[in-house]
Nanobody
């Protein structure tokens, strides 16, 4: 069982940066693949980025070159550094965990409560 708590969301102007954090409970954090997803009003939840237990990364084309996922296993935390933010990045961002890396929401068993990111133009 893994419990996830996101933080770091907020309101930022276009072109700005935010860093999201996701703190995980449990001693086996390092064994889990971690993912970030987002969901805008009226839209389906979509993949943003993921990192495997060994550090391999995947990211959506829409965020490549702007967002970076990383993890600190000593702190049981995964991060999403978001730069050059655009209004279309506005969404609730969710952290997720599973034993294998995936790019769809159904691939993940554990989810956080989400954190709101709003980018103003």
């Amino acid at each position: 069982q893994v419990q996830l708590v996101e933080s770091g969301g907020g309101l930022v102007q276009a072109g700005g940066s935010l860093r999201l954090s996701c703190a995980a409970s449990g001693r086996t954090f390092s064994y889990y693949a971690m993912g970030w997803f987002r969901q805008a009003p009226g839209k389906e939840r979509e993949f943003v980025a993921a990192i495997s237990s060994s550090g391999g990364r995947r990211s959506a084309d829409s965020v490549k070159g702007r967002f970076t996922i990383s993890r600190n296993n000593a702190k049981n935390t995964v991060y999403l550094q978001m730069n050059s933010l655009k209004p279309e990045d506005t969404a609730v961002y969710y952290c997720a965990a599973d034993q294998s890396l995936g790019v769809t929401p159904t691939a993940y068993d554990y989810w956080g409560q989400g954190t709101q990111v709003t980018v103003s133009s």
